[in-house]
């Protein structure tokens, strides 16, 4: 069992930056993360096992990365928009994605962390 603790959301003015981090407890393939914004269902915006895979409507803006140990991900998030408040979740698992759709899909992840909230106001 892998658990999972995010760190790093708060409020930030749109054009902003912030940094997301998930600590897991035990070593995995595959790091993610998912958002939920208001009012909608979860959805995916970074994964990484070894090649790093983005939703489209964050590319150029966030770059996900892990440490030398595997065991911490993160999530730069550069010039922020209103849009990207949500609470964001970190996800990790144990298969290689492959493909996008593949790193996209929820039931490709095993663990998944509390979530963290992220507001950016305009």
């Known amino acids: 069992q892998v658990q999972l603790v995010e760190s790093g959301g708060g409020m930030v003015q749109a054009g902003g930056s912030l940094t997301l981090s998930c600590a897991a407890s035990?070593?995995?393939?595959?790091m993610g993360w998912f958002r939920q914004r208001p009012g909608n269902v979860r959805e995916f915006v970074a994964a990484?096992?070894?090649?790093?895979y983005y939703v489209e409507s964050v590319k150029g803006r966030f770059t996900i990365s892990r440490d030398g140990a595997q065991y911490t991900v993160y999530l730069q998030m550069n010039s922020l928009k209103p849009e990207d408040t949500a609470v964001y979740y970190c996800?990790?698992?144990?298969?290689?994605?492959?493909?996008?759709?593949?790193?996209?899909?929820?039931?490709?992840?095993?663990?998944w962390g509390q979530g963290t909230q992220v507001t950016v106001s305009s």
């Open positions: 996800a990790a698992g144990h298969q290689t994605f492959g493909s996008v759709i593949s790193a996209a899909s929820a039931r490709n992840y095993d663990y």
């Open positions: 035990g070593r995995s393939v595959t």
């Open positions: 990484i096992d070894g090649f790093s």
